[in-house]
């Protein structure tokens, strides 16, 4: 292959400032080649390559037999490398026989086979050339110029890329410049383990996977997968990863010596720092995110361990850094003179400060999966320990397990793995490798370290420096599908795979979308030989493209109204306007329709960030959101026109542009969306050359198209609500759940609780009736048969011995079945019971209404709730207050039932908190707030529900007394509930009133009361319906009655 470059500088001299850089071919590449026996000489010194060491070496040629062909070479002692005590006489001289030498090169050379020069040959024509180098002399001066490769090494340079296809697949993080991030991220991490663990004990290649040692798994019948673990998304509770860091720091050695290795000078180790600072962490829980996924990758020797992360670590974690850090910065900071390299030394030591924590979270994590027995059933104790650190104490050979990887005390160059540890010929020994596969055997008495399992580098000895990281993820997808690098050629610059689009990995693969990626480009490459016009090809390309990302994207977000991380639409305006703008400019290259830049899926995708769900037809909402989005189509026309070529510099085009918008927006006869406002633009009077005239109108026609297809997002919207469009379903709401939480069996518990009970009976029944038959035999004097009594108790004995095994199961089912009642409950009082305290408090009198104090009032109470959740969900995902919102919300408690109090709140909502939000998590809290506030601002505009007539007083008094009374239900209610985790699947700790023999007895107790139902039983005051519901004596069963 030819490369071609293009220097300023000719034959003769250097071009002079201005000039054109000249094309030259690069025809050969010299290289430092190794010298032959021929061009040795004995005492002189050589730089010779060392595979062993993987650098190079001085040495000085001692002697030389020319007859023999042996060549003595001897190590110099300048060299950093000692070498072992069995390897020094290897080391020390290098004997070669037959003429054959190993690398040899002249003393001082860095590389082994390094490039030395580069020869370039002018790639013009014969007459230029001839022109340019008139100056020079030397016929071969102008064929060749030779640069010497150590003086260009370090030359900065830019590729060419317009004469050749680029297809680039390079994934980015989140906020990358050239994506269009369609989510909001989420802090994520990646740790990779590589050894003979995995391939050897966690690989059961060959064998069924609920092979000998491993309990049966009924997920496993059809499931040739031969791993214990598996290739695929588990949850973990991180709670408990928080809570065995902690036992870590404090109790593990290493750990400790860990982070005391980084800080020596502190007058508190910081071992103890480290261990007050992660109990921080661990009283954080419970976190927001109670569980986080993990998804397992196993190939080969390689086992992938990729999960999510809290936000709550994410923001721990960069605090505890800077203060663990800061002693040591302030120190070194005063200190140092040189301020700029001392700054980037002190960043990456809180960079390795940042990563000993990732490790500790990822050790925990293997941990808490351990523990949990992830695994298959059973499989747990197939499954070695990791860790993710070296050890710092010694320890002998003989007490690491089967596989663990190791380090000689006293040569820790080396990395060892353990194949075997008991050799039947040696006892005493244990068979070892090395990382290049060289077998040997090691006393068990040898002292060395454990090593860690993190994968390693190219060399196989040194730890990889990505084995593990962190970084943020969501999903997004890039601006173009393609970029023209040369129209006129034809050459684009496309991309594949995550570079083209992901969604986060987490969830869903995107290696389908990488593939149609691939086939969607060679399609491109193809048309081309069936003289396909470019067009043509990159209208085919775009479309296909586009559809594809908004496939690989809507994997991820689903109905874009998920319940947890990654599976919500969310960016700002400008954001989402930048990449509306990219692709109206698609559009027009490929020769597409303008006005349906957005598809049916990416409307539905955008709708979901900028129209939250129950604001549709909000028109408050909808004009203020048009108005932005006017603002921010503005915004970028001014923006391209000052980046633009032909128009940049040019002032008078941006004055006389805002001053027309400006103009626009104080007018109340035309919005800036409107059809009219953009081609008023190409009318200004201003004084431009045709070229800049077109090129403003081409400005004006990208932002106006962006406009147009904004509105139509905000259409879309809109008749999505009227066709009842925007809903969700479980499976593209919530994350992965573990099976337990899935599993609906309510039905069958109860079946089974039912054939439980008869079972025993009938078994209870068998065997009496065994025996009393028997013994009615026995007695029968007439009988003459064998005597049979001692036999048929047996058989009642059998028969009685299995029935407490069956009542053990039946109390089983019971336990469930009494759990999901209880479950029920509790649904009932966390999301029903605030709707019915609601509708009662409506049907209070105005004047009722206003004698009940705030804190009982429940529309206070609701959106108190709802204000709460807000201000910690905000404090979630900033990791600050939203001061403005507690103010608002502040000042509408002071005047609560107030309607103008309650409009001034709605339209904080609507106007800022709302319309500015990027998460549409935080979307989805204000708008339940907002719903209610219209609800109550409704309530507050009606005249009460006061009623007429000759009831009009008992009326009162009756609605007030229903709200006195389910307002002090819940006090009642609560007590009775028997809240908690459930262990086992059936067990629950339980409070003495809820076990089950004082519940029979509660059960006959609440069948024996007196209800006192009826309406003139009925409390009609709030004095009255305290007496009836603070009655002691009172079931609960009974005040649910009587209330219903």
């Known amino acids: 292959m030819t490369w071609f470059v293009c220097r300023m500088i000719t034959m003769a001299k250097k071009m002079s400032d201005g000039a054109k850089p000249l094309p030259w071919k690069v025809t050969n590449v010299n290289r430092v080649e190794p010298l032959n026996a021929n061009q040795v000489h004995v005492g002189t010194q050589y730089s010779i390559w060392v595979p062993s060491k993987r650098k190079m070496c001085t040495y000085q040629l001692v002697s030389a037999n020319i007859t023999t062909g042996f060549f003595t070479f001897r190590a110099l002692n300048n060299n950093s490398y000692i070498p072992l005590e069995s390897e020094k006489e290897e080391e020390d001289e290098l004997i070669c026989e037959n003429f054959i030498l190993p690398a040899v090169y002249p003393y001082g050379t860095k590389d082994h086979r390094g490039t030395e020069h580069l020869v370039l040959e002018p790639a013009i024509s014969a007459s230029l050339g001839a022109k340019l180098f008139e100056e020079t002399k030397s016929e071969s001066d102008k064929k060749q110029l030779m640069l010497v490769y150590d003086e260009i090494e370090k030359d900065d340079f830019v590729l060419d890329t317009s004469h050749t296809h680029v297809f680039e697949a390079i994934g980015k993080q989140h906020l990358s410049p050239v994506h269009f991030s369609a989510t909001t991220y989420e802090p994520y991490g990646v740790a990779c383990i590589t050894g003979p663990k995995v391939s050897m004990i966690m690989h059961r290649f060959g064998n069924r996977r609920w092979n000998n040692g491993i309990l049966d798994d009924i997920r496993s019948h059809t499931d040739q997968n031969t791993r214990v673990v598996g290739d695929f998304t588990k949850t973990v509770n991180s709670a408990m990863i928080a809570q065995i860091m902690h036992e870590?720091?404090?109790?593990?050695?290493?750990?400790?010596?860990?982070?005391?290795?980084?800080?020596?000078?502190?007058?508190?180790?910081?071992?103890?720092?480290?261990?007050?600072?992660?109990?921080?962490?661990?009283?954080?829980?419970?976190?927001?995110?109670?569980?986080?996924?993990?998804?397992?990758?196993?190939?080969?020797?390689?086992?992938?361990?990729?999960?999510?992360?809290?936000?709550?670590?994410?923001?721990?974690?960069?605090?505890?850094?800077?203060?663990?850090?800061?002693?040591?910065?302030?120190?070194?900071?005063?200190?140092?003179?040189?301020?700029?390299?001392?700054?980037?030394?002190?960043?990456?030591?809180?960079?390795?400060?940042?990563?000993?924590?990732?490790?500790?979270?990822?050790?925990?994590?293997?941990?808490?999966?351990?523990?949990?027995?992830?695994?298959?059933?059973?499989?747990?104790?197939?499954?070695?320990?990791?860790?993710?650190?070296?050890?710092?104490?010694?320890?002998?050979?003989?007490?690491?397990?089967?596989?663990?990887?190791?380090?000689?005390?006293?040569?820790?160059?080396?990395?060892?793995?353990?194949?075997?540890?008991?050799?039947?010929?040696?006892?005493?020994?244990?068979?070892?490798?090395?990382?290049?596969?060289?077998?040997?055997?090691?006393?068990?008495?040898?002292?060395?370290?454990?090593?860690?399992?993190?994968?390693?580098?190219?060399?196989?000895?040194?730890?990889?420096?990505?084995?593990?990281?962190?970084?943020?993820?969501?999903?997004?997808?890039?601006?173009?599908?393609?970029?023209?690098?040369?129209?006129?050629?034809?050459?684009?610059?496309?991309?594949?795979?995550?570079?083209?689009?992901?969604?986060?990995?987490?969830?869903?693969?995107?290696?389908?979308?990488?593939?149609?990626?691939?086939?969607?480009?060679?399609?491109?490459?193809?048309?081309?030989?069936?003289?396909?016009?470019?067009?043509?090809?990159?209208?085919?390309?775009?479309?296909e493209t586009n559809w594809n990302n908004g496939e690989v994207v809507q994997r991820g977000t689903g109905a874009n109204y998920g319940e947890d991380g990654f599976l919500r639409p969310g960016f700002s305006y400008e954001h989402g306007m930048d990449y509306l703008h990219s692709k109206v400019i698609e559009y027009y290259e490929s020769n597409q329709d303008l006005d349906e830049v957005l598809s049916r899926d990416w409307r539905i995708k955008v709708a979901a960030s900028w129209v939250p769900r129950g604001l549709e037809s909000c028109d408050q909402y909808i004009s203020n959101l048009r108005s932005v989005l006017g603002k921010t189509c503005f915004q970028k026309l001014t923006k391209q026109v000052k980046s633009n070529s032909l128009l940049k510099g040019n002032e008078q085009i941006i004055d006389t542009l805002t001053a027309k918008f400006d103009s626009m927006m104080t007018s109340s006869t035309m919005l800036v969306d409107s059809g009219e406002f953009w081609p008023s633009l190409n009318k200004l009077p201003l004084s431009l050359s045709d070229e800049e005239q077109d090129a403003l109108k081409k400005e004006v026609m990208f932002v106006e198209k962006c406009a147009f297809n904004s509105n139509a997002v905000i259409l879309h919207a809109k008749q999505l609500y009227k066709d009842n469009g925007r809903i969700s379903s479980q499976g593209f709401s919530n994350q992965p759940k573990p099976v337990d939480s899935i599993v609906d069996s309510f039905a069958v518990e109860a079946q089974n609780f039912a054939n439980g009970l008869n079972f025993s009976a009938t078994l209870l029944a068998a065997a009496q009736a065994s025996g009393i038959f028997d013994s009615n035999n026995s007695s029968d004097e007439s009988s003459s048969g064998p005597d049979t009594t001692t036999v048929g108790f047996i058989f009642g004995a059998v028969l009685s011995s299995i029935t407490p095994w069956i009542a053990v199961g039946t109390i089983t089912n019971a336990s469930r079945y009494k759990n999901r009642n209880e479950l029920y409950r509790e649904e009932f009082l966390n999301s029903k019971y605030s709707r019915i305290l609601l509708d009662a408090f409506k049907l209070v009198d105005e004047e009722g209404r206003s004698q009940i104090p705030l804190d009982e009032n429940p529309f206070y109470m609701k959106a108190k709730?709802?204000?709460?959740?807000?201000?910690?969900?905000?404090?979630?995902?900033?990791?600050?207050?939203?001061?403005?919102?507690?103010?608002?919300?502040?000042?509408?408690?002071?005047?609560?039932?107030?309607?103008?109090?309650?409009?001034?709140?709605?339209?904080?909502?609507?106007?800022?908190?709302?319309?500015?939000?990027?998460?549409?998590?935080?979307?989805?809290?204000?708008?339940?707030?907002?719903?209610?506030?219209?609800?109550?601002?409704?309530?507050?505009?009606?005249?009460?529900?006061?009623?007429?007539?000759?009831?009009?007083?008992?009326?009162?008094?009756?609605?007030?007394?229903?709200?006195?009374?389910?307002?002090?239900?819940?006090?009642?209610?609560?007590?009775?509930?028997?809240?908690?985790?459930?262990?086992?699947?059936?067990?629950?700790?339980?409070?003495?009133?809820?076990?089950?023999?004082?519940?029979?007895?509660?059960?006959?107790?609440?069948?024996?009361?007196?209800?006192?139902?009826?309406?003139?039983?009925?409390?009609?005051?709030?004095?009255?319906?305290?007496?009836?519901?603070?009655?002691?004596?009172?079931?609960?069963?009974?005040?649910?009655?009587?209330?219903?």
């Open 248 to 543: 870590k720091v404090a109790n593990d050695y290493n750990w400790r010596q860990h982070f005391r290795s980084f800080f020596e000078e502190l007058s508190t180790p910081l071992d103890v720092l480290v261990e007050r600072a992660v109990k921080t962490y661990k009283d954080m829980a419970p976190f927001v995110r109670t569980h986080l996924q993990v998804r397992f990758f196993e190939t080969g020797d390689n086992y992938y361990l990729g999960m999510e992360f809290t936000r709550e670590y994410d923001f721990w974690k960069g605090t505890t850094v800077e203060e663990l850090t800061s002693p040591i910065v302030l120190k070194r900071m005063k200190s140092s003179n040189k301020k700029q390299n001392n700054e980037r030394a002190l960043n990456r030591f809180k960079g390795s400060v940042s990563h000993a924590f990732d490790r500790l979270w990822f050790e925990s994590a293997l941990e808490t999966i351990h523990r949990a027995d992830v695994y298959n059933p059973g499989g747990h104790t197939k499954v070695p320990t990791l860790y993710l650190i070296n050890s710092y104490e010694d320890t002998t050979l003989g007490k690491l397990p089967l596989c663990e990887s190791f380090r000689l005390v006293s040569d820790p160059r080396e990395r060892y793995d353990i194949l075997c540890c008991t050799c039947a010929t040696s006892p005493n020994y244990v068979l070892v490798r090395t990382v290049e596969g060289m077998v040997s055997y090691m006393h068990k008495n040898t002292k060395v370290r454990r090593d860690g399992n993190l994968s390693r580098g190219p060399d196989g000895n040194a730890e990889s420096k990505v084995a593990l990281a962190t970084f943020p993820v969501g999903h997004y997808v890039n601006f173009r599908s393609m970029r023209v690098s040369n129209s006129e050629s034809g050459y684009v610059f496309a991309f594949g795979g995550d570079e083209q689009s992901t969604p986060h990995f987490m969830r869903y693969s995107g290696l389908t979308g990488a593939a149609i990626n691939a086939m969607l480009f060679n399609n491109f490459l193809t048309d081309a030989l069936d003289s396909l016009d470019f067009v043509g090809r990159f209208n085919l390309y775009s479309r």
């Open 865 to 1044: 709730e709802l204000a709460d959740i807000y201000i910690k969900k905000y404090y979630y995902y900033y990791n600050e207050n939203n001061d403005d919102f507690i103010f608002a919300f502040e000042r509408l408690k002071m005047n609560f039932m107030s309607k103008q109090a309650i409009q001034d709140f709605i339209d904080r909502l609507l106007n800022d908190f709302i319309l500015y939000e990027v998460s549409s998590y935080l979307q989805q809290h204000l708008v339940d707030l907002y719903e209610l506030m219209m609800e109550m601002l409704l309530l507050t505009k009606n005249s009460g529900s006061v009623r007429t007539g000759s009831h009009n007083g008992y009326s009162r008094g009756l609605s007030r007394g229903l709200y006195r009374r389910l307002f002090l239900f819940k006090d009642r209610l609560e007590p009775t509930l028997q809240r908690g985790p459930i262990a086992f699947g059936f067990f629950k700790q339980r409070s003495i009133r809820h076990t089950h023999l004082l519940a029979t007895f509660q059960y006959f107790y609440n069948k024996m009361y007196c209800y006192r139902t009826g309406v003139k039983s009925f409390p009609t005051s709030v004095e009255a319906a305290d007496r009836v519901s603070n009655s002691t004596m009172k079931p609960i069963a009974a005040e649910a009655y009587e209330i219903a």
